[in-house]
């Protein structure tokens, strides 16, 4: 629930998807759910040539089990929130 | 068992400790890496910052095998749970 959270503040943000095909999307995250799929805006691939059936698309949907990485903008993400938000869910998790 | 002391009772416990601090993570498709942990879940999802990824490419040749290695850093990155196989703390020497 918690990455869930971290993925719904970082919408409209440019993100890096890179698939367990070696594939790598860059886009506008424009939603996500509870399995982490994602849902991308105007996206490039990164390695272009080697995909070129890829050019056409311009949103896509990715399911969140194939997903590797996402790389994300470092100055959207508070670290220490994070940090404190996850002991927290820890704490949680150990007393039921 | 001391339990005060090390504040370990289970093995989650450990990652949690390591919030904050550079951590080791071996990943499958001969990957690993080390960065700062930020976040982590139960499916072992990570968050980590810093991140120096090192891809080992083994290519079979009629002898024998030779790696190569591939080494890039990423500012800050999600990896997805279900591709961990191990965290390590960082080493206190």
Redesign the interface.
């Known amino acids: 629930m918690l990455i869930f959270s971290v993925f719904k503040t970082l919408t409209d943000q440019q993100v890096t998807v890179e698939l367990k095909n070696d594939l790598s999307i860059t886009g506008v995250l424009k939603s996500v759910d509870q399995f982490l799929n994602i849902r991308l805006d105007n996206i490039t691939v990164l390695d272009e040539t080697r995909h070129p059936h890829m050019m056409a698309v311009k949103n896509c949907f990715i399911r969140g089990s194939v997903v590797r990485y996402v790389q994300l903008p470092a100055e959207h993400v508070d670290t220490q929130l994070l940090e404190d938000a996850t002991r927290r869910e820890a704490q949680t998790q150990t007393k039921r | 068992m001391d339990v005060s002391s090390t504040g370990i009772?289970?093995p989650?416990d450990l990652i949690?400790l390591s919030?904050?601090e550079r951590v080791f993570v071996k990943l499958r498709?001969d990957r690993e890496m080390t960065g700062?942990l930020?976040?982590?879940?139960?499916h072992m999802?990570l968050?980590l910052?810093d991140v120096e990824e090192t891809i080992m490419i083994v290519s079979e040749g009629e002898q024998q095998a030779t790696v190569n290695v591939a080494k890039r850093k990423?500012?800050?990155?999600?990896?997805?749970g279900?591709?961990v196989i191990l965290v390590s703390p960082p080493s206190r020497t």
């Open positions: 009772q289970e989650f949690r919030l904050s498709g700062i930020h976040a982590y879940d139960g999802n968050i910052s990423m500012d800050m990155l999600f990896v997805r279900d591709g």
